[in-house]
């Protein structure tokens, strides 16, 4: 392989390993619970994972793009995040996603490729699972799902500050 063919290689690795970090960083930064999963030799696939007070779930990072599956998260929370995104609308709901009943709801980004699905339990409790979302989309959904999550559980945003009200 010549010189100039190995130094291009070289330099989109070090770009493309940048680039995972930065995506990991604005993960974290959104919901600020997941922690680093050890990554296998040679294993292509970034993984963040979650547990905290009976709820888990887990962040995969592959090829550019994130997975996120989220369970035993309040209805609550799930509504108001859903609701607060505001996708430009989502199958099976007929209005915001706080007066629907339990049921899986989802919506297709066509644009982007994207399967965003939200489950809200017959027992109160239901599920977050989203495929091949852009990183900027991902962070957007940890984000609100995050601030439901300190709303709901009376917990401040930052070390510090008081919870909101």
Known sequence: MHADIAAAIDSWEEQWNDALEAAVAALKTAFPPLTDYPRPVSHPILRLEYEEDGRGGCVCVDEGRATITLDHIPNKVIARAVDEIEFPYLDYADGPLAE???GTYSYDCEASSSLFEFTLGDLG?????????TIPDAVAVLDAVNRALEE???????PGEEPET
């Open 152 to 158: 709901h559980d009376g917990t401040p945003s930052k």
């Open 100 to 102: 629907a009943p339990p």
């Open 125 to 133: 409790h239901g599920k977050v699972d989203v495929w091949g979302a």
